[in-house]
């Protein structure tokens, strides 16, 4: 059987449209209206993302950056009293404590009392702890001159903590 051809300006069905408005990539029509409308919802969903991605890039390299400050441990002795946390990063106690550590020193001015983590996955970590003695989930007190003044081991509250860093403040030589 042999197929019919059909006429150029013929009725195709009711509601359809002649292929060649169906096929204009940049034509009239609501196949390019659909297509050009998720175009610019792509467009913006991709700029929310660039512009979440940025903001996020930008707060994690802060992050980093006060990670390094914090692992540094020469900070001792600098004229300003530190609290050192001897801190394993996979340990949860540890965690546990740098979060009630962090939220206690909130209270404080960064220039009056510092903090600094020996990391003690680290060799400058590790060595830091085993010269002054102590292990994980352990707080150390400096004064301003980098001298030892004391020892706080284990979780503690976020409460206790202040209190304990205010008073070594207020010690003679702090």
């Known amino acids: 059987m042999k197929r019919q051809k059909r006429k150029a300006g013929g009725r195709q069905g009711q509601g359809a449209r002649p292929a060649a408005a ?5 034509g009239g029509g609501a196949a390019a209206t659909s297509s050009r409308r998720g175009f610019l919802k792509r467009a913006v969903g991709g700029a929310a993302a660039v512009a979440a991605v ?3 890039g930008w707060y994690l390299v802060a992050e980093v950056r006060a990670g390094l400050r914090e692992e540094d ?20 106690q540890c965690r546990a404590l740098q979060r009630e550590t962090r939220d206690a020193l909130a ?3 960064g220039s ?3 903090y600094l983590i020996a990391n003690i996955r680290s060799d400058e970590g590790r060595r830091f702890a085993a010269t002054h003695g102590v292990g994980h989930v352990t707080l150390l007190l ?3 001159d980098g001298e030892h003044r004391d020892t706080l081991v284990g979780r503690n509250t976020a409460e206790h903590l202040e209190r304990a860093f205010r008073r070594h403040l207020h010690a003679p030589g702090s």
């Open 73 to 92: 441990l020469s900070q001792i002795g600098n004229g300003i009293p530190a609290v050192v946390q001897i801190h394993d990063p996979q340990c949860p």
């Open 142 to 144: 400096f004064d301003g």
């Open 22 to 26: 169906q096929r204009q990539p940049n």
């Open 112 to 114: 009056e009392l510092q």
């Open 107 to 109: 209270a404080f001015d």
């Open 54 to 56: 940025g903001v996020g």
